[in-house]
T-cell receptor, first 119, second 117 residues
Framework: GAVVSQHPSRVICKSGTSVKIECRSLDFQATTMFWYRQFPKQSLMLMATSNEGSKATYEQGVEKDKFLINHASLTLSTLTVTSAHPEDSSFYIC???????????????FGSGTQLSVL | AQKITQTQPGMFVQEKEAVTLDCTYDTSDQSYGLFWYKQPSSGEMIFLIYQGSYDEQNATEGRYSLNFQKARKSANLVISASQLGDSAMYFCAMREGAYNQGGKLIFGQGTELSVKP
């Protein structure tokens, strides 16, 4: 089945530094990827939709200069948290639609997530 | 207004029994998709089952079935023969519009399922 790889799984950084999270579709081409944020015991909140070769579409209330998204190829999207602060500490998870296979293309497959802790 | 509502923050079920997790949705689109995902403590999101708005039959995937009642706008997940490994958070999600028109998912608040031995 479709596999999405996300790295790193956990990162601890100092306040003011930037952190990059990668999301790769391993066995299919993903023209669209999605980035979500999740606080403990809460739902997933969509941050932005990432389209290959174009600018990301951010949800209302998400700072695009804070959360930089790049979708440079059909298999890779990156989320960079710039000048991270403790309030940015959260679980970030990406997802991608499952390629052109009719058996999977209506489904979204998720990476394993990244736990970001900003000290 | 909430697009996806899961009214059960937590549920308990005895091992080997069946359990139903509730989900209601709100949309004016004719074409949409409904999903259930399982999230264990490790954090990964595991796809369980999908129901398209035009699918006339309820979706089934092994021990999982989706009780789709379109007129009531509900999409309840039924897990048969619960196992200890089923203990996790369960999220209902909806995609408004056809999958090739964007495809972003909106998630419900989640239900934490605990299976008792």
């Amino acid at each position: 089945g479709a596999v999405v790889s996300q790295h790193p799984s956990r990162v601890i950084c100092k306040s003011g530094t930037s952190v990059k999270i990668e999301c790769r579709s391993l066995d299919f081409q993903a023209t669209t990827m999605f980035w979500y944020r999740q606080f403990p015991k809460q739902s997933l909140m969509l941050m932005a939709t990432s389209n290959e070769g174009s600018k990301a579409t951010y949800e209302q209330g998400v700072e695009k200069d804070k959360f930089l998204i790049n979708h440079a190829s059909l298999t890779l999207s990156t989320l960079t948290v710039t000048s991270a602060h403790p309030e940015d500490s959260s679980f970030y998870i990406c997802s991608a639609r499952g390629g052109v296979n009719p058996a999977t293309n209506e489904k979204l497959f998720f990476g394993s997530g990244t736990q970001l802790s900003v000290l | 207004a909430q697009k996806i509502t899961q009214t059960q923050p937590g549920m308990f079920v005895q091992e080997k029994e069946a359990v139903t997790l509730d989900c209601t949705y709100d949309t004016s689109d004719q074409s949409y998709g409904l999903f259930w995902y399982k999230q264990p403590s490790s954090g990964e999101m595991i796809f369980l089952i999908y129901q398209g708005s035009y699918d006339e039959q309820n979706a089934t995937e092994g021990r999982y079935s989706l009780n789709f009642q379109k007129a009531r706008k509900s999409a309840n997940l039924v897990i048969s023969a619960s196992q200890l490994g089923d203990s996790a958070m369960y999220f209902c999600a909806m995609r408004e519009g056809a999958y090739n028109q964007g495809g972003k998912l909106i998630f419900g608040q989640g239900t934490e399922l605990s299976v008792k031995p």
